[in-house]
């Protein structure tokens, strides 16, 4: 979905999300991201941004500890990620319609079988449909390049074509990709809080090349993703 700001505004005004009956906690993997964060939400007092740490196990731990400290309305996973070519390209950003723990499972004789196929459970939690698609109208009334699709949680980041190519097989409308989502949407699922992911893109996923990564565009897309979210949830 690219950014046409011309027919948002030809269309009427852009969908809106309630405004939570609560505070809304954000969580970032580092501290580069919860910086960003930050200043794009300015001194709003209706966010608290606190760290994740890397990977899903910590995010979800340390999203936990917050819920329970605290009481709060929406509960949202943000920070820079891959994009998949074709769906998402450098320095756009990416609103998650499902968050997918993309390599939990297990590896067969005959390919992956994810958690769901085993039985044991589920890989995909949903967003909040509503306030993802409030999001996603503001950004592109603002003229921001903005995408929806899943965002996948892994464990390992894809560094390979061969990679590339097996997720986007088994999940036709993986977006973007990041290591920290599933974890916080697993414990906003527990306190039956809306969730949400979004991820700034400084990468394209496959093949491993940190000298094409643009971090300073992630960072700030993120910046404006957050002014975004105040202006959306606070007006």
Known sequence: MKSDVDTVLGGGKPARM???SGRVLIMTAVEAEQQAVLRGIGDSDLFDVKLA??????????????LSAASYALVISAGIGGGFVGKAEV???VIADRIIAADLGAETPDGFLSVDELGFGSSVIPADSSLAEALTDA???????????SILTVTTGTGSAEKT???TSRISDATAEGMEG???????????????????????????????WRMKEAFAALE????????????
């Open 18 to 20: 309630n405004r939570p």
């Open 53 to 66: 740490g890397f990977g899903p196990a910590a995010a979800a731990a340390r999203t936990a500890a917050e």
């Open 91 to 93: 320095g756009s950003t």
């Open 139 to 149: 950004m592109l009334s603002a003229g921001i390049n903005v995408n929806r699709g």
């Open 165 to 167: 190519e097996a997720l």
């Open 182 to 212: 599933f974890g916080v949407a697993t414990a906003a699922k527990l306190w039956n809080l809306p969730v949400l992911e979004l991820r700034t893109i400084s990468n394209a996923v496959g093949p491993r090349d940190r000298s094409a």
């Open 224 to 235: 404006a993703a957050g002014n975004i979210l105040r202006r959306v949830i606070s007006e």
